[in-house]
T-cell receptor, first 110, second 116 residues
Framework: QKEVEQNSGPLSVPEGAIASLNCTYSDRGSQSFFWYRQYSGKSPELIMFIYSNGDKEDGRFTAQLNKASQYVSLLIRDSQPSDSATYLCAAETGGFKTIFGAGTRLFVKA | AAGVIQSPRHLIKEKRETATLKCYPIPRHDTVYWYQQGPGQDPQFLISFYEKMQSDKGSIPDRFSAQQFSDYHSELNMSSLELGDSALYFC???????????????FGPGTRLLVL
């Protein structure tokens, strides 16, 4: 079992819809969680980070963290075709080590 | 704003050769991370450095070594290259907040290594 699990997708949503991406982690000691967006052949780009239980909103993006359930999610409102990418969930497991999930491929259809 | 710089961007080597990848972190960032990402795979953590000392180690083969220098740049040295080492190698940097564990990593553009 991977330490960070994501549904590989692909997840397909129509333009303007809400895209919901989910992630679970196994290490209860994980403190900080990150969502990165990665276009094919490009480097991961930070979208959101969250370390407190609850919701964190930034523009069209909302990250949700539930440490009791070891669950992190990312909601993308008003999805745009340019949001089509692979979204990587990552957990900082303590020290200077970050574990990535396999990523969820998102397609936003125009 | 300055970003993480990696060089070279592309590298072609033959089996059993050596390669050196370089990473220049964002100014004032004190932590560097190295990741390996194979085709269609998620980034795999290799190794990290904080203030020029190795801070954590992941799935880095014994054939690989890395260090962080006094100017905070880092080099990943890869010897006895194998076909399976062909991948994108990302460097990321961050600044450790005083009293906190929160670190936002900013990724470089990556070095694409092809081993023939």
């Amino acid at each position: 079992q991977k330490e960070v699990e994501q549904n590989s997708g692909p997840l397909s949503v129509p333009e303007g819809a809400i895209a919901s991406l989910n992630c679970t982690y196994s290490d209860r000691g994980s403190q900080s969680f990150f969502w990165y967006r990665q276009y094919s052949g490009k480097s991961p780009e930070l979208i959101m980070f969250i370390y407190s239980n609850g919701d964190k909103e930034d523009g069209r993006f909302t990250a949700q963290l539930n440490k009791a359930s070891q669950y992190v999610s990312l909601l993308i409102r008003d999805s745009q075709p340019s949001d089509s990418a692979t979204y990587l969930c990552a957990a900082e497991t303590g020290g200077f080590k970050t574990i990535f999930g396999a990523g969820t491929r998102l397609f936003v259809k125009a | 704003a300055a970003g993480v710089i990696q060089s070279p961007r592309h590298l072609i080597k033959e089996k059993r050769e050596t390669a050196t990848l370089k990473c220049y972190p964002i100014p004032r960032h004190d932590t560097v991370y190295w990741y390996q990402q194979g085709p269609g795979q998620d980034p795999q953590f290799l190794i990290s450095f904080y203030e020029k000392m190795q801070s954590d180690k992941g799935s880095i083969p014994d054939r690989f070594s890395a260090q962080q220098f006094s100017d905070y740049h880092s080099e990943l040295n890869m010897s006895s290259l194998e076909l399976g080492d062909s991948a994108l190698y990302f460097c990321a940097s961050s600044h450790l907040l005083i009293g906190g564990s929160e670190e936002t990593q900013y990724f470089g553009p990556g070095t694409r290594l092809l081993v023939l």
